[in-house]
T-cell receptor, first 109, second 119 residues
Framework: GQNIDQPTEMTATEGAIVQINCTYQ??????LFWYQQHAGEAPTFLSY????GLEEKGRFSSFLSRSKGYSYLLLKELQMKDSASYLC??????????FGTGTRLQVTL | DARVTQTPRHKVTEMGQEVTMRCQPI?????VFWYRQTMMQGLELLAY????????DSGMPKDRFSAEMPDATLATLKIQPSEPRDSAVYFC?????????????????FGAGSRLTVL
């Protein structure tokens, strides 16, 4: 089965950097995904990692360590519009994508 | 701009009634997922299909839920009879999943969701 853990809530200040951690235990692994979900909206894709290391996409970066079952999403130069839930998801066998419960990020002035 | 279309967007019904939710995946996508989201449980995987064949529906209460793909442009999720605990937002998502597990191809695009309230 799959077990995915993330902090429930985080708060950070506009302009700062925040790191959202995700740990997982899975029976199969074919990559780790991060999605963003604003309140009342659908999740949207942010990034994915299949190999160890850091993937950078503008203000967002995602890191993966497969041996540790660990990933993080790094958000730089935080903006108010970054207030949202961030969902960690593991791609298991046969393209099965399982989500964690998400981390609700509040960006304050 | 390709999108996943879900209907209805909102549904209020009484306990015991049948509810059918529909999803039109993005043309060319061969995987379709049904998720249920509540505040307490987050996004729970109910069922998913690849090339219209059901791959896993272990997350779905079989006595009342059923999921089908009658053709490549339509996926349905049916609840009969519905119960108050089924109240949630139901999301459909589609992607280009491959049997080789190529993660990059498994990016899912979500529909806007169907918000179900069972009284």
């Amino acid at each position: 089965g799959q077990n995915i853990d993330q902090p429930t809530e985080m708060t950070a200040t506009e302009g700062a950097i925040v790191q959202i951690n995700c740990t997982y235990q899975t029976s199969g692994f074919n990559g780790l995904f991060w999605y963003q979900q604003h309140a009342g909206e659908a999740p949207t894709f942010l990034s994915y990692n299949v190999l160890d290391g850091l993937e950078e996409k503008g203000r967002f970066s995602s890191f993966l360590s497969r041996s540790k079952g660990y990933s993080y999403l790094l958000l730089k130069e935080l903006q108010m519009k970054d207030s949202a839930s961030y969902l960690c998801a593991v791609n298991g066998t046969a393209s099965k994508l399982t989500f964690g419960t998400g981390t609700r990020l509040q960006v304050t002035l | 701009d390709a999108r996943v279309t879900q209907t209805p967007r909102h549904k209020v019904t009484e306990m015991g009634q049948e509810v059918t939710m529909r999803c039109q995946p993005i043309l060319g996508h061969n995987t379709v997922f049904w998720y249920r989201q509540t505040m307490m449980q987050g996004l729970e995987l109910l069922a998913y299909f690849r090339n219209r064949a059901p791959l896993d529906d272990s997350g779905m209460p079989k006595d009342r839920f059923s999921a089908e793909m009658p053709d490549a442009t339509l996926a349905t999720l049916k609840i009969q009879p519905s119960e108050p605990r089924d109240s949630a937002v139901y999301f459909c998502a589609s992607g280009l999943g491959t049997s080789g597990g190529n993660s990059g191809a498994n990016v899912l695009t979500f529909g806007a969701g169907s918000r179900l309230t069972v009284l």
